[in-house]
């Protein structure tokens, strides 16, 4: 990456983490990456990694934005819970409804449990006049 797009995606960087890093932080990326590039690594280049790195060589307050946005990143809570949220769906509808509908419809269930986001984007009430038009069975008699 070029240092003019280093120093732009610093800016987008700067502008959405106004409170916590101050616009040179391109500046700062720019001296980072040679400092990364000139260092003898033993781990994988990793965001832990680069941080281990920084408190090491003792520069966290010679690259304070550095430091703050790789804490910022680090802290993260990064998850994909939705295919647990899956299963504890499925266990719950499963042991309320076990005994009482068959295993076609309790599949039925369970996918609408676990994908409630989907329907609670849905029109019901135009869902069921799109249903209704499509299933007129009207007899003229004569």
């Known amino acids: 990456m070029e ?4 120093r732009i995606s610093c ?3 700067a502008q959405t983490y106004v409170d916590d890093i101050t616009t040179d932080i391109g500046d700062e990326m720019i001296q980072f990456r040679h400092i990364v590039m000139n260092a003898d690594m033993d781990e994988q280049k990793s965001e832990h990694a680069f941080y281990k790195l920084l408190l090491r060589l003792d520069i966290q307050d010679t690259l304070p934005n550095i430091e703050a946005i790789l804490r910022i990143y680090l802290c993260m809570m990064i998850s994909n819970c939705s295919g647990e949220r899956s299963f504890s769906k499925l266990k719950l509808v499963k042991n309320y ?17 676990s994908e409630s986001y989907i329907l609670r984007t849905i029109n019901v009430k135009e869902t069921i006049a799109k249903f209704v038009r499509g299933k007129k069975r009207r007899v003229f008699i004569h």
């Open 97 to 113: 409804l076990r005994s009482t509908m068959g295993q076609d419809r309790l599949v039925y269930l369970v996918r609408l449990a």
């Open 11 to 13: 800016d987008r960087l």
């Open 3 to 6: 240092p003019n797009e280093v």
